[in-house]
């Protein structure tokens, strides 16, 4: 039987022909007509103003806050559990992340708990929407507001999320993305700043191209980087983003099977408040209190399924080592588990993934609920 992996993604639309077009055109670097496209494509998905495309989600953060004047001396908030680049690019600009607690029921930044943390020195406001879900922007952006913050979403997870139907990244000043391979949208490695603001869009597009003016070759006006993606990423990514609402509407219903399938099962799902359309990037989920998650990952790998246990908290890692303690993160971190989200995955599949999860669960005594009916897969065909 097949192996189940975590992600894999679709490459089967235009894919292969844009990237034909690129090799017999010489196209091949970061000129060309594919990177306007997928950067007018990001604008029209997110509705923002301004889309500037870049060679990595990590460059994507690291070039919104250089963009921002954040350095050092400066504190910036950021989630203590999310994936390390969000942290790692502030400490690149010299600040200080200061790391804020989670929320138990969607498991993104505690805007009270932002709150909290804000001293004179703070700048800014990293919230992290975390596997396809939001945080609360309402919240946060009237906390910015009163302090007088920017705020950088980092948007990594959550291309196809919105908040009362406007899309994540949106808020801020400035929102980014990630097109990794296991993205929502791949160009194998990419990503992407959206802004409003159009002196702040000017910046971040010469900054990422060597400070290079925009109208005159080889005038540097400012300290740069080159953070640009080719065009055989962007055509890779133009092709991708056509086909955006189905994957999406295909790993909604994925979402939605698994927490039919395992609404018998002791495991607790990530909520979302009413107003936010998640895209449910990945599908994660709190294991019972006591399991042994390598040992229950082992026992799904051994039936052909992969998973993946969700991030450390940053503050646990040896370069931010912190005594301070974040419960609700650190419970998360230790019991979230990530199972098989793709888009071409099957309905039978999607069955196979929650047997084996039921089973390894079982092994631990952590069934629970031994006397109910064994999940009845065969309800989503398969
Ligand atoms: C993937 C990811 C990034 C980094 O993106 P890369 O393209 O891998 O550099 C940043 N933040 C979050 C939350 C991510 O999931």
Redesign the pocket.
């Known amino acids: 039987m097949r192996n189940i992996p975590v992600y894999e993604p679709d490459l089967s639309g235009n894919e292969r022909k844009y990237v034909l077009e690129c090799l017999d055109s010489s196209w091949i670097s970061s000129i060309g007509a594919f990177i306007g496209k997928f950067e007018a494509a990001i604008a029209s998905t997110t509705s923002a103003p301004h889309a500037i495309s870049v060679c990595?989600?990590?460059v994507a953060?690291h070039l919104a806050l250089h963009c921002l004047d954040i350095g050092p001396g400066d504190e910036v908030i950021v989630p203590t559990f999310?994936?390390i680049?969000?942290v790692n690019t502030i400490a690149q600009t010299g600040a200080t992340p200061v790391f804020a607690e989670s929320r138990a029921s969607d498991w993104q930044l505690d805007a009270a708990d932002v709150e909290r943390r804000i001293t004179p020195r703070t700048k800014a406001i990293m919230p992290?929407h975390?596997f396809g879900g939001a945080c609360d922007m309402t919240a946060l952006m009237k906390i910015a507001d009163r302090h007088g913050l920017k705020i950088v979403e980092?948007c990594?997870?959550s291309l196809g999320t919105t908040i009362g139907g406007r899309h994540v990244g949106t808020f801020g000043d400035i929102g980014t993305f990630?097109f990794?391979g296991n993205?929502t949208v791949t160009t194998g490695?990419g990503?992407a700043v959206i802004a409003t603001d159009d002196a702040l869009a000017a910046r971040l597009r010469m900054t990422k191209g060597q400070g290079q003016s925009l109208t005159r070759r080889y005038w540097h006006e400012v300290l740069g980087f080159n953070y640009r993606m080719t065009n055989i990423a962007a055509a890779i990514g133009l092709a991708q983003i056509e086909r955006l609402e189905p994957v999406l509407a295909r790993k909604r219903n994925i979402a939605a099977a698994y927490r039919e399938l395992l609404s018998q099962l002791p495991v607790s799902f990530q909520a979302a408040n009413n107003d936010v359309v998640g895209s449910d990037w990945l599908v994660s989920m709190l294991l019972p209190q006591g399991t042994d998650r390598d040992r229950l990952m082992q026992d799904m790998a051994e039936a052909g399924v992969d998973s993946r246990p969700v991030f450390y908290c940053a503050h646990t890692m040896p370069m931010y080592r912190s005594d301070e303690g974040f419960p609700i993160a650190q419970d998360i971190a230790a019991r979230g588990l990530s199972v098989p989200s793709y888009p071409t995955m099957t309905d039978g599949d999607v069955a196979r993934v929650c047997d084996a999860l039921q089973s390894a669960l079982r092994r631990q005594g952590k069934g629970a609920l031994d006397n109910r009916p064994r999940l009845r897969t065969e309800a989503i065909g398969g």
């Open positions: 990595n989600g990590t953060l999310t994936y680049a969000s992290v975390l980092d990594a997870e990630s990794f993205k490695e990503g």
